[in-house]
Nanobody
Framework: QLQASGGGLVQAGGSLRLSCAASGRIYSSYVMGWFRQAPGKEREFVGAMRWSNTNTKYADSVKGRFTISKNSAKNTAYLQMNSVKSEDTAVYYC???????????????WGQGTVVTVSS
């Protein structure tokens, strides 16, 4: 089970940190991914991190602004969002996979989503 939290209202140019807490063990083979879905749009890949070595990759739209990290002791992954833009407004989901993938179909455990609203 994954629980995403930390969403809210933030001004454009500001920062927000989302958390994704796992209720069970996160295996070293897992990949933690972040996706988002804006109103009327498909769910899209934001970024992913290999739990074993913290290698990360990001969508071009967030590269250089968003960072994924983890706290292994807390079984928690984070999405640090900096320099946010109005187009970052969406429901953000965390998910787990065994594939280092950008495809949502590869992720088999999903959190419930947390809403991020960026005001201009």
């Amino acid at each position: 089970q994954l629980q995403a939290s930390g969403g809210g209202l933030v001004q454009a140019g500001g920062s927000l940190r989302l958390s994704c807490a796992a209720s069970g063990r996160i295996y070293s083979s897992y990949v933690m991914g972040w996706f988002r879905q804006a109103p009327g749009k498909e769910r899209e890949f934001v970024g992913a991190m290999r739990w074993s070595n913290t290698n990360t990759k990001y969508a071009d739209s967030v590269k250089g602004r968003f960072t994924i990290s983890k706290n292994s002791a807390k079984n928690t992954a984070y999405l640090q969002m900096n320099s946010v833009k109005s187009e970052d407004t969406a429901v953000y989901y965390c998910a787990a996979s065994t594939q280092y993938s950008t495809q949502r179909s590869e992720y088999f455990i999903w959190g419930q989503g947390t809403v991020v609203t960026v005001s201009s």
